[in-house]
Nanobody, 115 residues
């Protein structure tokens, strides 16, 4: 059974950085476009970054220039490097395929940006 496990969140001051990791089990990882999503309290989950199996990335306007998504197909892991963090980046972050497969949602990792 495929599982996605997110890690790397925490409390950081505005302007700080964090690197999130998403470890995937199973062969699904190598053939799928992966994405990082986030959900803030009282808001809908939003897709913030995607990366194809070949490494082509796309970003939501709100994070463009600050976040970088990458993947290691050998380690079955996708990363999200977050720089210049803002309080509005505070949310729970999840990874999934761009199809947002219901069975793949994990626990996520909490990112809190606050002074």
């Amino acid at each position: 059974q495929v599982q996605l496990v997110e890690s790397g969140g925490g409390l950081v001051q505005p302007g700080g950085s964090l690197r999130l990791s998403c470890a995937a089990s199973g062969s699904i990882f190598k053939i799928k476009t992966m994405g990082w999503y986030r959900q803030a309290p009282g808001k809908q989950r939003e897709l913030v970054a995607t990366i194809t199996s070949g490494g082509t990335s796309n970003y939501a306007d709100s994070v463009k220039g600050r976040f970088t998504i990458s993947r290691d197909n050998v380690k079955n892991t996708v990363y999200l490097q977050m720089n210049s963090l803002k309080p509005e980046d505070t949310a729970r972050y999840y990874c999934n395929t761009v199809a947002a497969i219901a069975a793949l949602w994990g626990q996520g990792t909490q990112v809190t940006v606050s002074s």
